[in-house]
């Protein structure tokens, strides 16, 4: 990648927590840097908590929830 910002990645992440199950954690990663720029844990796997750290990531760069210019996402399974 040539810049900052032209494509994203996105994980989610099984952790298990002893007792209390598993925890499940999501990050979203710049492709250009490998900075990782937004991430949410939760304990349930739910559409939710991608959608949430989307956004988290979309206010660390942009300041928005509204990029200026789409981004690219390519998520990860496995």
Avoid: K
Wanted: net charge negative.
């Amino acid at each position: 990648m040539t810049e900052s910002n032209a494509r994203w990645t996105m994980d989610v992440t099984h952790l298990p927590c002893g007792q209390d199950g598993w925890g499940h954690l999501t990050a979203v990663m710049d492709c250009h840097n490998r900075e990782m720029i937004g991430y949410v844990f939760a304990w349930r796997g739910r559409a939710q908590e991608a959608e949430r750290v989307i956004e988290t990531a979309c206010l660390t760069r942009f300041g928005t929830l509204r990029p200026l210019a789409p981004q690219f996402f390519e998520v990860i399974t496995g």
